[in-house]
Every structure is written in C-alpha cells, then in structure tokens.
C-alpha cells in the first residue's frame, strides 16, 4: 500500500487530498501514467509535468525515481521563495 498525496492546484483538479493505492509501480512516472488511465480529471492534473514537482518519502524527487519500498509519493506545483 501507498499514499498519494495531492497539493494546491492538483487537489482541486483531482478533487481528493490524498488516496491509498494497492498498485506497486516501478518507478514515479509509472504511478503518474496509471494515474492518467483512470479518468479524465487525472489526466488533466499530469498533462504538464514540468509544472510538477514530486516528493517520495517526503524528499524531493525525479519523475524517474523509483518506488521500491516507498510509502507515501505527494505531487504538487513548484514552490516559490521570498
């Protein structure tokens, strides 16, 4: 089992702060292509990717990163300083 946890702009597009998941995807991009089979309102939250960022276990990560024994993945939109 695995969270996935949607923040900002994703959450609303999704229209779900988090759900667990029983898939076992090899890789971060993996999760985001099952995803974006589901439904519409997926497919529209990963359309751009680059507007993405993407943390596993509560570090930030690459959309090529593996999920070997990860527990939680959250996505959500860059962040800006000041």
């Known amino acids: 089992m695995m969270d996935v946890l949607y ?3 994703v959450r609303e597009r ?3 702060p988090k ?3 029983d ?3 090899d890789t971060v991009m993996d999760l985001v292509n099952q995803l974006r089979a ?5 497919e529209a939250a990963f359309a ?3 507007a993405l960022r993407v943390a596993v ?3 930030l990560s690459d959309f ?5 024994g990860a527990r939680e993945v959250a996505f959500f939109p860059p962040m800006t300083g000041g």
Do not use: T, V
């Open 7 to 9: 923040f900002a702009w």
């Open 57 to 59: 276990d509560q570090e």
């Open 48 to 50: 751009d990717l680059s």
């Open 38 to 42: 589901r439904e519409e309102r997926y």
């Open 14 to 16: 999704i229209g779900l």
């Open 23 to 25: 898939i076992a995807p």
């Open 19 to 21: 759900e667990r998941i």
């Open 64 to 68: 090529d990163a593996s999920l070997s």
